[in-house]
């Protein structure tokens, strides 16, 4: 691939960086593995580029590279991070305070997030990105209404997430 | 507003990242990837390759007796053509992997590419311990292969006693060794593979669940 492309490429991802920035967000606990990850996902989109038509948007193409990296091909030792306690682990993430009533109640709904699983991670990733059940769907490889059917078990696991935090404090 | 609601609404509105510039997008193009596909990709080539050597290194003895020709022309074949078919199979559905697939598909490419190598390891386990029992038997019988020409038919039951107790004892050792190679096999597994595929392995279950309404 000649240098054009890669500037091209490096335009359109220095572009529309933050919905992989989102990804890793809500895949990573610290931010050197948030780097780790993105750079990641930028070698796997940037190795699928050639494929690259143009017929769908860029962003929803990288997306759904972005997240089969998170889900299927990036492997940390950081991982190993999920194991450890919660509020440890979140003391490294230096994304933002939370000062207000709100900004609490956001933490929490943060930390139960955190607590899903990989799958249940990118069905939330998609929902908070307002994409519609059939792209959620086709994104996974399943049908859409078990998406819809999925997505409202996840909703009720993250209320009670919340819930049982409440009652550990 | 729920919980997730509240979360849509902040999420939207959070441009709050790390901003890297085009530079260091460029810079990343160039990095080698920690991708597990290139874990996996890396260890089925090493397996492949030590199919290949040990087909290689594997003793030929020259013999003029016709049996041991026909042997070696059929362990030739055998020897060449199914790793040449392992490794074909192997870049066909490497090929296969592509990360803008669905989840699922992705998930079970990589699979297949993990399944076509352990099926190549359990053909060559099987091809060198059947090699194993062959050449077990023509040693019990009796060196060079002469008891397996004319001589055979004069000293009848000496040397089906001999083949008898041969054959046996060839199964024993073949059954053990088969037991071992089993259980190094399924370690050697657990190990590699387990490590690098333990996640994939409870996402893909977890996809198949929901699909299952589960």
């Known amino acids: ?169 | 507003m729920n919980e997730l609601d509240l979360l849509k609404t902040h999420w939207q509105k959070d441009q709050d990242y790390i901003k890297f510039k085009k530079e260091d997008i460029l810079g990343m193009l160039h990095k080698s990837s920690s991708s597990i596909v290139k874990w996996i990709f890396i260890i089925c080539c090493l397996e492949l390759l030590l199919g290949i050597l040990l087909n290689v290194a594997f003793p030929t003895k020259h013999n003029p007796n016709i049996y041991f020709k026909i042997k070696q022309v059929l362990i030739d074949i055998i020897g060449y053509s199914i790793p040449i078919y392992f490794i074909y199979k192997f870049f066909t559905l490497f090929r296969k992997i592509k990360s803008i697939n669905n989840t699922k598909l992705l998930l079970e490419n990589i699979a297949a590419v993990r399944n076509n190598a352990e099926l190549y390891i359990s053909y060559n386990l099987l091809f060198y311990t059947f090699l194993m029992i062959i050449q077990s038997i023509e040693k019990l019988v009796g060196s060079n292969g002469k008891y397996f020409g004319d001589d055979f038919l004069t000293h009848g039951w000496t040397y089906l006693g001999i083949l008898i107790f041969g054959l046996l004892t060839a199964i024993i050792f073949t059954s053990l060794t088969i037991l071992l190679a089993r259980f190094i096999f399924k370690l050697y597994y657990k190990i590699i593979y387990g490590f690098l595929l333990k996640k994939l392995n409870k996402n893909y279950e977890e996809l198949v669940a929901i699909e299952a309404g589960e």
């Open chain 1, 1 to 169: 691939m000649n240098k054009n492309n890669e500037i091209e490429f490096a335009r359109l991802l220095e572009q529309h960086q933050n919905i992989l920035h989102k990804i890793c967000k809500l895949y990573t606990y610290d931010i050197d593995s948030h780097k780790d990850l993105f750079q990641e996902m930028v070698i796997q989109i940037w190795k699928a580029y050639p494929n690259f038509k143009g017929e769908a948007k860029f962003t929803t193409w990288a997306y759904r590279i972005g997240l089969n990296t998170a889900i299927s091909l990036y492997r940390s030792s950081k991982h190993r991070i999920t194991t450890v306690n919660w509020d440890i682990s979140l003391e490294n993430i230096t994304y933002e305070d939370y000062n207000s009533e709100e900004e609490q109640q956001l933490q929490q709904i943060y930390k139960a997030v955190k607590q899903l699983s990989d799958i249940e991670k990118a069905l939330i990733y998609m929902y908070l990105e307002d994409k519609d059940y059939a792209e959620i769907a086709e994104t996974l490889g399943i049908s859409e209404v078990n998406a819809r059917v999925k997505m409202n078990r996840i909703k009720t696991k993250i209320k009670n997430i919340i819930a049982q935090q409440g009652g550990n404090k």
